[in-house]
């Protein structure tokens, strides 16, 4: 009942043009919720990998560094994050999934270190 209402609360929110409104809490998408059995074969079998969004700097365009952020690849193609994250916290294996990708980060960065310029985060 009370996600029904909330559904029914964003309707009703995407319809009104008060700015000064807040908008109400939404519901993840049940439909992405995915096992934790399927999870932690997918972390067993290092399905997930880092993908790097630059960091430009507003002064002088230039990539100063790079986000890391987290996506799931699976046969049937690429999985986002707003996809498997919520699963990974119900299931607590946020951890897991952090010391997995930096693994990978640090491996990656270890080998591009001499191509990168001075000065670039992570």
């Keep these: ?4 209402r909330i559904m029914s609360n964003k309707s009703q929110h995407n ?15 049940p439909q992405y ?3 934790r059995a399927t999870l932690k074969k997918a972390l067993d079998n290092r399905e997930f990998y880092p993908w790097f969004q630059p960091i430009v700097c ?5 990539i100063v560094g790079c986000e890391v952020l987290a996506r799931w690849e699976r046969p049937g ?3 986002l994050p707003s996809e498997f994250i919520p699963s990974t916290e119900k299931y607590r ?19 591009m270190r ?8 992570f």
């Design 33 to 35: 919720y995915i096992s």
């Design 1 to 4: 009942m009370k996600k029904k």
């Design 58 to 62: 507003s002064k002088n365009a230039k």
């Design 114 to 121: 001499n191509i990168l310029p001075e000065g670039f985060h």
């Design 15 to 29: 319809d009104q043009t008060n700015k000064n409104e807040k908008a109400p809490f939404l519901l993840a998408n």
């Design 93 to 111: 294996l946020t951890t897991p999934l952090i010391i997995q990708l930096m693994h990978k980060t640090g491996y990656m960065v270890n080998k």
């Design 77 to 79: 193609g690429v999985i």
